[in-house]
């Protein structure tokens, strides 16, 4: 603002700024004409400096933040700029505090605020410096940065002939009364300041003011109307800033935490971690320890005591009890630091949900990807997406976006049925605050619907609700019947426009805004969440990819359309059980101090519809809730595929932010010498990376000099970022492919569509990022987004984010956050590991393999151990099919793996299934784990690795190294109807053999065995029951094989019985022939045992 010529004062605390003499123009002017910019933590305005620019905290982003808030930042604060987390730099003026760097030179406390001698009778100039040090009121003893001496250090006889004065002490008689317009008060107090109102230092003794009483209390600035309506607003400010938050515990009763501070609500953490107690973790990393110094000795005396007469057997006894004691390191260690995490989902409404304006919560584009709609079924994808619409999230901020990659016409049908009833299920969710918000679910739940609902106009709306959702089940089921029968010309559409998906191969790519348009809301009049059909083009001779090359086409199109900065992948049979689920990630990935290195949020998977008893561990309780809560405490779980929040950042391939480590402290006290010492020892240390850094800084310096994106598309501005300095354009178009627009929105931290599009641009050019040629010679797949080379993409992707530095987060809310359904039948379940552990080989045989892969970046040593585990697990297969064996071959030969037992021996091997047994029942603990699905977890390990496992190592060296893919079919049987019924279906695969083969060999070795030992006396029952334990066990571990093949019948199915029988004939009479347990020599001739005489 111009002031013409008059002297500019004002009141920081009371909003006013004060023209001296002016005729014209009103008095009172506010802050905001002034500087233009008000303080987004405390909402007053930022003050001026004496050069006439705002004052500026942050160097980095230039966030708005006034001098108080800064310095109370710096002072009680995580002293960080609360936008971009950059730690504030200390201007010139303000206090040190802890963590200030050493900056070059001393302070010149004496002459900084010196004014030259010529300047001192300037009246401007001496105005400026009252001013400039009425913005430091009480801030500090230190200078100010304006250069210019505070009035207390000026001459009083040079400074009261030129600019009237109202002080502390007593009042100038020379001075008329209408030239008293500034109120100086003392500079010298030193105490320290509480924001936001200054509280003067009680060691500094002020002298009373004297007021004339002839005067009006006005001219003293107090009992005016504006500054009454001030200071009540002020008190309004403070009353809902400053709030305790309350939070219950697991009694429900309230209480305040002591653990946190009495401080301001946006200061707060939003979540925190709960360590596992001392009392469960101390023990059990002791037995940890304890089983690895037993392991030790067990090895020690296995090697060392072999079996002469069965030395094969010994041998290769020992190499798979080697392989499955490094199976199990690789396992248990990454469980070392388990943790837990706690949300406030109170404190984010508070701190971005704040009454009476615009929602601050950051928004969310949600991935729903599906194929085939007859193996997945249109009612369930329209369950998952209703569920969506409906979460509890403000509409405007939540985008679903559904990939049809068959590009089924059914699908896009059934999407837009659905897209109809949502507009009656999304407002009576959110009316009636129901859970789940999937209709199917939510109506078969089996709870009395009525109790705590009085409502009448509850029970009237939700008996209607019902209604609808039936006659909707209907018209999807009628759809579905419907495209049973394909036409011989194909789909057309109610235009007559013949379905560009007829030709599944072959066909354009198509994108539909069914909801989130305009005119389009709720039989209520409310706004909905936006709603994507998108089929990305496919042509033949393209690699599409399969699923990851989907969804990579969903992170291009959707920063198209929305770029929201984070992203939610869920798979169509997974829908949100818990309407809270965004908040509760929001929770990490919004908190403003370790929010800006999480790269994904994990929720555990949970299903419906698994029977009891849980026969084949399809709820994976064992490792969802103690394997991923020991990554946790490390860098962070795996990625499993579904019911996961990105950043959009890290699926970019971008590093993770490096927090810039405080500077070494010295000590003065220590002599020279000893300095000296260990500036020695570092140098060397520097010297070692110095031709490292060199090449770095290099590339940095030419990087630094260029500017990206000055021309990558007209209309397209405002995008400053520090990416852009650091790439050219040609590499952001070999790193994300020929779309400016797409490469403008990934420079976006915080989302947003470019400035200057038009709708009809930006869905072109959504087009031209899903074709099928767009992700020809870029990164995409290699570096960015989901990583192609496996099925098991999800490992992939999560690995190449934590090798970026990036950490994740297991988030377990108290009411699941997704469930979905899962393969009860045995068949079915088998294939689904098979598929989980054929990507596993991949991996293992690629350049990604992460025993190789990743060195010397982000990615910490017991997070390796996690990730090698995980693809080398199907290597296990061929160890335990062989341990497996040998039971039976013990038990048909009368041989052993182990010799004659000694003492020692029997001490050994009952402490090692002791801690075993101990280092279980520890982690079912503190994992919060059930014996009963640890057991079923321990029971389909043996099932599924003599099986699934055994075919996927094969099937994937054949396809590395052959290039020869291999099919397993599975055929349906037979079935009943009823609950469960699918469990009992018996479907014909050729993965059910080795499980078979395996407990009838060990059935009939078990037998054999007892028969000899009945003809052979007593004396042989001793060293029989070593062998019949381990039949024992191996038979144990597949009974849940044995009676998924049954069934409700009371017989095996024929097919399985000759497959079986054939191949335990073919293995004795194999091993009658080619026995290498009896002397080729000759007759051996043995002494019966019977007195002949």
Request: with cysteine; net charge neutral.
């Amino acid at each position: 603002m111009d002031a013409k010529g008059r002297l500019v004062a004002g009141s920081h605390n009371r909003n006013e700024f004060i023209l001296i003499n002016a005729d014209e123009i009103a008095r009172v002017t506010s802050v905001k004409e002034l500087s233009g910019q008000i303080c987004q933590i405390c909402g007053d305005e930022i003050e001026i400096s004496v050069d006439g620019e705002p004052f500026v905290a942050c160097n980095e982003c230039a966030f708005p933040v006034c001098r108080p808030c800064y310095e109370y930042e710096r002072r009680e604060g995580n002293q960080a700029c609360p936008q971009c987390k950059t730690r504030y730099k200390r201007i010139k003026g303000c206090p040190r505090v802890e963590g200030d760097e050493e900056e070059d030179g001393d302070d010149d406390l004496e002459n900084e605020f010196d004014i030259a001698c010529h300047d001192r009778r300037d009246p401007h100039r001496v105005a400026a410096a009252m001013f400039s040090a009425r913005l430091n009121i009480n801030r500090s003893s230190q200078p100010h940065v304006s250069g210019i001496s505070t009035p207390a250090e000026l001459d009083a006889a040079s400074v009261a002939t030129e600019i009237p004065l109202l002080t502390y002490g007593e009042e100038d008689a020379g001075i008329f009364s209408d030239k008293h317009a500034l109120i100086i008060p003392s500079f010298m107090s030193s105490g320290k300041r509480v924001h936001p109102m200054p509280v003067p230092d009680p060691s500094v003794t002020l002298s009373p003011r004297p007021m004339d009483p002839r005067k009006d209390l006005a001219m003293y600035g107090y009992g005016t109307v504006a500054w009454k309506e001030r200071m009540e607003e002020w008190k309004k400010k403070q009353n809902e800033k400053l709030q305790v938050v309350r939070h219950e515990e697991n009694n429900g009763d309230e209480f305040e935490d002591p653990d946190l501070p009495m401080m301001d609500e946006g200061r707060q953490p939003l979540s925190r971690k709960l360590p596992i107690p001392s009392s469960k973790i101390n023990p059990y990393r002791l037995i940890i320890l304890l089983r690895l110094a037993i392991l030790g000795l067990f090895f020690h005396y296995r090697i060392l005591h072999p079996v002469n007469d069965a030395y094969v057997l010994w041998l290769i006894s020992v190499i798979c009890e080697i392989w499955f004691a490094v199976s199990w390191i690789l396992d248990q260690f990454p469980k070392w630091y388990p943790i837990e995490r706690e949300t406030y989902l109170d404190r984010l409404s508070l701190r971005y949900e704040k009454e009476g304006k615009p929602s601050e919560l950051a928004s969310v584009d949600i991935f729903v990807s599906t194929v085939d709609p007859m193996k997945e079924p249109p009612l369930i994808t329209a369950n998952t997406v209703l569920s969506i619409l409906s979460v509890d999230y403000p509409v405007d901020k939540v985008a679903c976006y559904v990939s049809d990659d068959g590009a089924a016409m059914l699908t896009f049908e059934a999407l837009s049925e659905t897209s109809e009833f949502a507009r009656k299920w999304v407002p009576f969710c959110k009316k009636f605050n129901i859970e789940p918000r999937a209709p199917e679910w939510y109506f078969a739940q089996k709870v009395d619907y009525l109790r705590d609902k009085v409502d009448p106009t509850f029970v009237r709306e939700r008996r209607a609700m019902k209604r609808e959702y039936e006659e909707f089940k209907v018209r999807i089921n009628g759809l579905v019947a419907m495209a049973q029968k394909v036409p011989e010309e194909g789909w057309t559409m109610q235009d007559g426009t013949p379905w560009p998906g007829n030709n599944v191969r072959d066909h354009p790519a198509m994108i539909q805004v069914l909801l989130g348009h305009d005119g389009v809301r709720d039989i209520e009049g409310n706004e909905l969440p936006r709603l994507i059909y998108v089929s990305r083009e496919k042509r033949p001779g393209f690699d599409h990819h399969k699923k990851a090359g989907a969804m990579n086409a969903l992170v291009r199109v959707s920063a198209i359309i929305s770029n929201a900065p984070f992203l939610l992948n869920v798979d169509c049979d997974h829908y949100i059980n818990n309407s809270k689920a965004l908040r509760e990630a929001m929770c990490f990935m919004m908190d403003p101090i370790s929010g800006k290195k999480i790269c994904y949020v994990q929720f555990p998977q949970r299903f419906d519809g698994i029977d009891r008893h849980d026969r084949y561990s399809n709820r994976n309780v064992v490792f969802f809730d103690i394997n991923m809560k020991g990554l946790d405490g490390i860098q962070g779980p795996i990625y499993v595929g579904t019911g996961c929040v990105f950043r959009r950042q890290a699926l970019y391939g971008y590093d993770a932010p490096v927090k810039k480590k405080p500077p070494r402290r010295t000590c003065n006290c220590l002599p020279k010498w000893c300095c000296w010492c260990c500036c020695c020892c570092r140098s060397k240390k520097k010297n070692r990376k110095a031709k490292s850094n060199d090449k770095k800084k290099n590339n940095k310096e030419v990087s630094k000099q260029i500017h990206a994106l000055e021309n990558i598309e007209e209309g397209i501005e405002g995008i400053e970022n520090e990416k852009s300095s650091l790439m050219p354009q040609i590499k952001f178009e070999k790193k994300f492919g020929q779309s400016p627009v797409f490469i403008a929105s990934t420079l976006m931290e915080d989302g947003g569509v470019p400035k200057g599009a038009t709708t009809a641009s930006l869905l072109k050019e959504a087009i031209h990022v899903i074709s099928c040629s767009y992700e020809d010679k870029t990164d995409w797949g290699k570096e960015v987004g989901w990583i192609y080379g496996s099925v098991t993409e999800d490992i992939l992707t999560g690995f190449k984010m934590h090798c970026h530095g990036w950490r994740s987060v297991y988030c377990i809310p108290k009411r699941p956050a997704f469930k979905g359904s899962a393969p009860i039948n045995l068949s079915d379940r088998l294939h689904q590991v098979l598929r989980w552990a054929l990507g596993s080989v991949e991996i293992f045989l690629s350049r990604h393999c992460p025993i190789w892969y990743g060195y010397g970046c982000g990615l910490k040593s017991l997070e390796r151990f996690s990730y090698i585990a995980s693809v080398v697990y199907p290597l296990t297969s061929i160890p335990l099919l062989i341990y497996c064996t040998l039971p039976a071959v013990c038990l048909l030969t009368g041989k052993f793996i182990v010799p004659e037992i000694s003492n020692y021996a029997s001490i050994l091997f009952i402490s090692l299934f002791i801690v075993i047994a101990v280092t279980s029942i520890l982690e079912m603990q503190w994992g919060g784990v059930g014996i009963h699905d640890w057991w079923r977890n321990e029971q389909f390990w043996v099932i599924g690795g003599v099986s699934s496992h055994l075919f996927a190592l094969f099937q994937g060296l054949l396809k590395v190294l052959a290039g020869v893919n291999t099919n397993f079919t599975v055929t349906s049987k037979g079935g009943d109807d009823g609950e469960f019924s699918e469990l009992y279906i018996f479907k014909w695969t050729s993965l059910l053999v080795p499980p078979m083969t395996l407990l009838i060999i060990n059935i009939i070795g078990v037998i054999v065995g007892i028969s000899d030992a009945i003809s052979n006396g007593y004396d042989s029952w001793g060293p029989l029951f070593g062998r019949l334990f381990f039949a024992f066990w191996v038979i144990v571990h597949l009974y849940p094989f044995l009676k998924g093949l049954m069934g409700k019948q009371d017989r095996l199915p024929t097919i399985i019985v000759v497959w079986s029988i054939l191949l335990a004939s073919i293995f004795s009479l194999l091993w009658a022939r080619v026995n290498p347990f009896i002397s080729k020599g000759g007759i051996v001739l043995e002494v019966c045992g019977l007195n002949c005489d």
